[in-house]
Each structure stands twice: as C-alpha cells, then as structure tokens.
C-alpha cells in the first residue's frame, strides 16, 4: 500500500491535478492522509481521509466535527509536542499501516519554518529507515531522499532538471551520466548543487557517496507570471 | 548603503508590494541588483538595476539588450561556474559597492534546488562575514541568519511567528522571553523548530547559541486559499 499526506500550506504550490492524484489514491485502496488543515482540504476536493492526525485548533467547531464523522482514524496532537503533525503522520504511516511510500504534499509555498521542518525530518535517526520511501511533491518539484551508497536515480515523466542536495555533511558524493558529473564532492556542511539535467538519452542518472543524507529535487519549468 | 537583489523564481512569492519596496530603494539612493532574470523583471516594473548579474540565457536578445543599454554595471557569468549568480551578487554587493545590508527578493516559489543554493550558499566560508547581512524575503517570510553568540532578535512589524533554524549542527542554542523558550538545545544535523510566536508585550526575544549558523525565519499568515 502507499500513501499521500495532505498538509496545510496554500494551495499556490499544489501539483496542478493534486485531486485527480488524491482520487487514484482512494480508487487503489491506497492510504489517504490528512495532516491537521489538510484534512479539511481533502474534504473540500469531495474525498475523505482515511487517516487524519493534528491539533485541528485552526478549524471551525463544525469543520472539525465533519471529519471525526467521516474519518475512521483520528489522531489528535498535543501541541508544544516533541513531533510535528507532519511527523506523526510519517511514523503512524510506516509503523501502524506499514505502508510502502508516503508522498507528502502541501509543504511548500506557506511558512519557510515549516517547510524546512518537514525538509529536515528526515534527518532525524528514527526516520532513517523510511529516508528512500518519501517524497516531497509540489508543482514543479519532487524531492526524494538518499542514505549512503549507490543509487540510480530515475527521470520522473515531465521534469527536465535536477539538483543534489546534500543535507548533512557528505563524503565523496559522485554524480555520473548526468549533464555535470561530479567526483569527490566533500562538504562539511548542507549545500544545494542546483541546475543539473538529465542526459538527453538517459532516464536516469547514478549517485553515490560515502556518508550522510541526500535530497534529491527533480523540477520542471512552470510559465506563470503574472503582471503586477 | 543598503541593497535589494530580485532573483528569477515565479512572482507568486513575491512581497505584495514588490514595487514599492524597490522604488524605494531607487529613491534612497541604495543599490538595486538584478539577478539574471531578475534584471528583466525590475525592467519590468519600470524601474532600472544599477547592477546586473547573470549568464541571461533565457532572455531574448531585444529584452538582453534593452538591459544592456539601461544598466550602469552588467557582468556575465559563466555557466558551470563555481558560484551561482546570486551568490556573485552577494560577493559583489559586499566587495564592490560596501553595501550594508542586502535583501534578496524573488528565491521562493520557484524550484527548490535554486531556494536551497540561496538558503545554504551562508554557510559558504567565503560568505561567513555577510551572515548577518542578507536576508531573504518572500509574501510571508524573512529569513536572517546569525553567526554563534548572543542575538536580541527583533520582531519585524506585522509579522507573529518566527523559526529557529540550525542549518548546521549548533550546541547550547538557547531561546529566552519567546512563547516556546528553550535551553540547552544540541544537534547535530540541521532541524528546524518552528511555530514559535513572539511574546505579545515583547518586540524580541534572545537567542544565543555556541556553534553554527542559524536561520531566524519571521512569517505571517497570508489567506489565499483558491477553490480547486
């Protein structure tokens, strides 16, 4: 089974046919999360979640009552708690539905605090086993996460570009088959290696290195300028 | 001398009165840079960089010209470069013009490798004596940066939340007369504790931290929501 997490930042950033997404979620019998204000959010596309976790302290009474009544497990949080919503619902996700992937979406284009948040976590030692089975999605990015080693990394349908981004200090970081290669990238602190493509012919691209934790943000051009 | 740089990311981030702020600017006498697209997009405004950076490969040549013609200081950089055009902007703001202080609009919304780049390239060695003179602003957010010691943190106006952000590993981070206080807080990975508020009789809150950079991100509800 997999899993897509809503969370609460606005809908600006949201990927362009998220309730399309959301619906083939329930249609396979995969897990559909709400995260605290995204629980609602599910709600407003028609679904319902089937697993929702937060404080819910910024939804009306009424709001609330709507999703206790449609959804077969909800959690609340304590605020000023150790985790986040956003980190419970990873934890209750892989330990109590033991599903495969979790794809979170709503973290972008609200509060940065939160984002990076949600961005870090994964750097947390009680997350490292689910490090390669989550994915950060928004319009035109799709973050995935590495532990040390070797990967090949394979072209999501539609993105052009990519960028490396070591969150942690890295050891001898090497990127192959890609637009810019890389040997023996050391860093003792985060850096984004941003602007590298995919080889025209390649549908992916091989990276390894020696130590610490990896994002990888696949992204694609969006034209949407408005005029002010 | 203070600076403003507008980056290439979408304008959906943009603050909400963009215009103003660079007028301003222009209007002081303080220094306006153009960040590659960027350069167009004040252009756009009906203002004028008096500095441009970038290789502006995604201009057209009538709009690469126009800037040429208008802009008192232009310097191309080099793909497959060592610094990202940002990060040239911020080298030369410093060295060059001897700004004070440097805000860089336009990083946010757009892909996240490029927000990343701008967001770690502080933790640069180079970019060590800058920490605490950048900040990177968006509709919601400002992020300032500090360097290890004792900070009074000031809160901006209108702004109610803020996050503390080790972006590297930090020892003894202490957060004094906030909402969420905090003592003695190591780790040793980047984290980011967000959701604190500001005390409401208080305009700051003391941070002071023995190892590291952090990031101090200040944000605001903004309602936005659209119908799906």
Known sequence: MKAIALLGAPKTQWPLNL????????????LVIGVDRGSLLIEEMGLIPDFAVGDFDSLKKTELAKIECDTADIRYSVPEKDLTDTELAV??????????????????????????????????????PFVEKVEILDQQNSIKFYNSGKH??????????FGIVPLTAVQNLKIVNAKYNLINFTSDYPVSLSSNEFLPKKSEFSLSFAKGIVAVIQSKDIIRYQNI
Chains 1, 2 share one sequence.
């Open 19 to 30: 309730k399309q997404i959301v619906t083939l979620f329930k249609k396979n019998g995969d």
């Open 91 to 128: 934890r209750y996700a892989f330990q109590d539905y033991h599903v495969e992937t979790l794809t979170l979406v709503g973290s972008t284009g609200g509060r940065l605090d939160h984002f990076l948040t949600t961005l870090f976590m994964m750097l947390k030692p009680e997350f490292k």
């Open 152 to 161: 090949n990394v394979k072209r999501l349908p539609n993105y052009t570009y």
